[in-house]
């Protein structure tokens, strides 16, 4: 079974900096990795796919990147409305479509 | 306005059972793959379970696998989770997700429902 494991646990930041957040997966899954938003009280919301591809209507502001084992959001200005936590998902490899544990964006 | 609307969720002893039910509009239900999805309370997504848009493949997580049984009705527009021999580690927040790509399993998931919440108790 694959295991996604992502870094840090929390990152603790201002509005307008830059976020980067990691997805490390415990073997190879190609490019076949998405990113979610989850916020209080929410269901998650799919960012990223395919590792780099925005999903609809996501701001230019989030982007993706890696292949292989590892994967890297990037958030280019944290806004307001970006602290929440966000998952990596793995879609590549059987059994099942593996989530990491999720790292929490905090306000500084 | 796609829509997942999840139902079907309560407290239950465990080892019985609990038919959940999502029911879809606003898109062609029957041209994608839907998922279960859990998050117990104040812990990570764990995918549960999903099913192709015709039904001829189903897969489990293992953790579920031969105690859940996925299963749709395209002409009701709706998903279905059996549980059976629930076990209190069942207990979580349960989404409907939406397959990203027509047809087959593939993930990601594009669109979810705002959940149904089962607690297995004694």
């Known amino acids: 079974e694959i295991v996604l494991t992502q870094s840090p646990a929390t990152l603790s930041l201002s509005p307008g900096e830059r976020a980067t957040l990691s997805c490390r997966a415990s073997q190879s899954i190609g490019i076949f990795l998405a990113w979610y938003q989850q916020k209080p009280g929410q269901a998650p919301r799919l960012l990223i796919y395919d590792a780099s591809n925005r999903a609809t209507g996501i701001p230019a502001r989030f982007s993706g990147s890696g292949s292989g084992t590892d994967f890297t959001l990037t958030i280019s200005s944290l806004e307001p409305e970006d602290f929440a936590v966000y998952y990596c998902q793995q879609c590549g490899n059987w059994p099942g479509y593996t989530f990491g544990q999720g790292t929490k964006v905090e306000i500084k | 306005e796609e829509q997942l609307v999840e139902s079907g969720g309560g407290l239950v002893q465990p080892g019985r059972s609990l038919r959940l039910s999502c029911a879809a509009s606003g898109f062609t239900f029957s041209d994608y793959a839907m998922h279960w999805v859990r998050q117990p309370p104040g812990k990570g997504l764990e995918w549960v379970s999903g099913?192709?848009?015709?039904?001829?493949?189903?897969v489990y997580a293992p953790s579920v696998k031969g105690r859940f049984t996925i299963s749709r009705d395209n002409a009701k527009k709706s998903l279905y989770l059996q549980m059976n021999s629930l076990r209190p580690e069942d207990t979580a927040l349960y989404y409907c997700?939406?397959?990203?790509?027509?047809?087959?399993?593939?993930?990601?998931?594009?669109?979810w429902g705002q959940g149904t919440l089962v607690a297995v108790s004694s």
């Open positions: 997700a939406k397959d990203l790509e027509l047809g087959a399993l593939a993930g990601p998931f594009d669109f």
């Open positions: 099913i192709n848009w015709n039904s001829d493949k189903r």
